[in-house]
C-alpha cells in the first residue's frame, strides 16, 4: 500500500473506511484528536482488531499490529463502459480580426478557426480572435439535429441541432505583453450526446492567450475527450 499518515505509537484508533474509484480513504480518530490516512493507489487495505483486551478497546480498529488480529478490505472499481480518449495540443498563430469570426468563408473554417476534434456528427473547435485584446475559446459545433449539449449553465436537451455553435470552455483573454491561461475550474467539463446516444462524450479545455511569449504563437488550445462505446 503506498500511503500517508502519522499514528502514535501505541494508540488504539477507530478507523472509518471510504471507498471510492481507484483508492481508499481512511479516517482515523480516537476521541476529540483526529488524524487522516489517504492511500494514493490501493487495491489491498489491512487493519488490526482488538481482540486481545477486554477493556473499553476491545473490538475497536487499530492502524498498530500488537492486536495480530487483522482484518483486510479489498477495494474493488466498479464496471465501467469501453472508453476512447481524444487529445489535442494546437495552436493559431495570429488571431482574425474581422467581424463575426466563427462565420465560414467560402465553405470553410471561419477565420482564427482550428479543428480539435471530430467525433461522430460533432466538431470541437478553436477560435482566436480579436475583440477587446486575443482571445481564445473551445466551441463545439453540433451536425446533427436532435443531439444534446450541456456545459456550465448552458443546456441544450434535445435541440443541439446541426449547425449549432455553443461555446464549451472558459474564454482566455490577453495580449503579447499580458498573457492569459484559464481551464474550466468551476464551470467543468462539456458533455455532448446524439439524440440515440450512439455518439456521446465529455470533452475538457484549456484555453491559452500568448502562452509562449510576445512573439506567439497567439492562441493555444489543449484538452480531452472521453468517448462513451
Sequence with gaps: MRGKGVVAAGAVLA???????GGLTVRAFAGVAHHSVVTNTV????????????????????????YNHKVCITGKRGPAGDTSVITWNKTVAVA??????????NGGLPPGAITLATVGPFTVRGYCVVVEGTEAVT???????GSSFAWGDNYFSGDFNSGNDQQASNQASGSSQSPDFVNEYSSGDFSVSTGDQKT?????????????????PACSFTGQLVVEQ
Excluded: H, M, W
Excluded at 481482540?51 to 480498529?61: L, Q
Excluded at 463545439?140 to 439535429?145: A, I, K, L, M
Excluded at 456521446?200 to 506567439?216: H, L, S
Design 15 to 21: 478507523l472509518v473506511v471510504i471507498g471510492g474509484i
Design 43 to 66: 487495491t489491498r487495505l489491512c487493519v488490526y482488531v482488538d481482540r486481545r483486551d477486554g477493556g473499553a478497546s476491545y473490538g475497536d480498529i487499530s492502524v498498530i499490529p500488537k
Design 96 to 105: 482574425a480580426t474581422i467581424y463575426g469570426a466563427k462565420r465560414k468563408v
Design 139 to 145: 466551441d463545439v459545433v453540433s451536425g446533427q439535429d
Design 200 to 216: 456521446a462524450f465529455t470533452g475538457f479545455a484549456n484555453n491559452g492567450v500568448f502562452i509562449n511569449g510576445p512573439e506567439g
